[in-house]
């Protein structure tokens, strides 16, 4: 595997913090604001600076290149894979009237199945259900094919997101990437750090990742009397207290951030399901126990590796970098003390993160993790 990453901020120069050599037929991994990612010159510079095929953009709140979180830039990194392949399909969530799950079986359906090892999904994150685009790709899968990935963001605006393959990113889009190969070893681990706190409540109406009641209350007045004053802030304020969220049955909780808010009907709509009967408590974190979250995904995702990862792709929640703020390096750091030094890193801070819970097969859309992808040949 070669790896060549580079990255700009506004008019400066482009800066390398590898080799700037030339690649065959690399997948390239373009992580970006998305002003810049509006911007016709921008792309005709990225273009030209990589003048691949296989270019694919997605919106951040913050990239993330070698130890560095970066804002406003662009972050690239190019993958020249020696021994093993990978293949890309996308789909617009718009043409299926913002039905993810049916835009997830038809990606799935789409890919070649020969060989295939892992999925990678960069997904437009600003409106589409992540827990129904997961479980649209997980419809026909194969056992020990596993997913992971993120939702595009758009630092804390929450106006729009953009992604694409080949093409200018646009809104709705959703990246597929399947990775192929018996000499592939990819491995990968998420994990929080957050604290659940006060009363444990029960969700009494809801349809999808659309919120209506909690305890038999609207569950936005709810929310907002546990925020007092920051409540005017909504939804920015809701990435600092995300909702613990265990679906009845079972036992694993998943965190979600709030996407946006419905004062019409005192509603949230959130990044994924919250299924009626789960049991919901606010979180809060602080820095020690976030940066103590990163360094415990990378502990996972090392754990049983039979090689040292030559790639890792970060995926990092918003609230995570609101949280750590100037210290915000720190988690790229403590990961990069787990894996090594040898090891490219890339990533970004997203609205969501997709990965299995740790020591099971089945995928979940997280919210306010740290999520690790590790891939090496």
């Not at 997980?138 to 020990?144: D, H, Q, S, T, V």
């Not at 990435?239 to 965190?255: A, F, K, Q, R």
């Not at 951030?257 to 959130?270: F, G, R, Y």
């Not at 995702?301 to 890792?312: D, F, G, I, V, Y």
Request: charged share 25%.
């Amino acid at each position: 595997m070669k790896i060549v990453q580079g990255s700009k901020i506004g008019n400066q120069p482009w800066v390398f913090i590898t080799e700037n050599q030339r690649l065959n037929n690399p997948l390239v991994l373009i992580f970006a604001n998305r002003y810049a990612l509006e911007n016709e010159e921008v792309l005709a510079d990225i273009r030209t600076q990589f003048p691949y095929e296989h270019l694919v953009f997605g919106s951040t709140c913050g990239e993330i290149i070698g130890k560095e979180v970066t804002d406003n830039s662009i972050a690239v990194t190019a993958i020249e894979f020696e021994k093993s392949s990978f293949k890309i399909v996308t789909a617009n969530v718009l043409d299926f009237n913002k039905k993810a799950k049916n835009l997830g079986k038809e990606l799935f359906d789409k890919i070649p199945k020969s060989d295939l090892k892992h999925f990678f999904v960069l997904s437009e994150g600003s409106f589409v259900n992540g827990s129904s685009l997961i479980e649209g790709i997980e419809n026909k899968l194969y056992p020990n094919l596993s997913i992971t990935g993120g939702l595009c963001g758009d630092d804390d605006r929450f106006e729009k997101t953009l992604a694409s393959y080949k093409d200018n990113p646009k809104e709705g889009e959703v990246v597929l990437i399947g990775f192929y190969g018996n000499s592939l070893e990819i491995s990968f681990a998420s994990f929080g750090g957050w604290l659940p706190f006060g009363p444990e409540r029960k969700v009494t109406r809801a349809k999808s990742n659309i919120l209506f009641e909690i305890d038999d209350q609207p569950a936005l007045d709810l929310y907002k009397k546990y925020l007092g004053e920051k409540a005017s802030k909504l939804p920015q304020a809701s990435l600092l207290y995300p909702l613990n969220v265990t679906p009845e049955g079972t036992t694993e909780p998943v965190v979600r951030t709030i996407l946006k808010i419905n004062e019409n009907n005192n509603s949230m709509i959130l990044a994924g399901d919250v299924p009626v009967n789960s049991r919901v408590q606010l979180m809060m974190a602080a820095v020690d126990g976030i940066v103590a979250g990163a360094e415990r995904a990378a502990e996972l995702a090392m754990k049983n590796r039979k090689t040292e990862p030559q790639l890792a792709i970060l995926v990092s929640c918003i609230g995570r970098k609101l949280v750590l703020n100037q210290r915000v390096e720190e988690e790229i750091e403590q990961v990069q003390e787990i894996l090594g030094n040898h090891t490219a890193i890339c990533g970004f801070y997203s609205y969501g993160e997709i990965a299995p819970f740790n020591d099971t097969a089945n995928c979940q859309l997280h919210n306010q993790t740290m999520t690790l992808t590790l891939i090496s040949e």
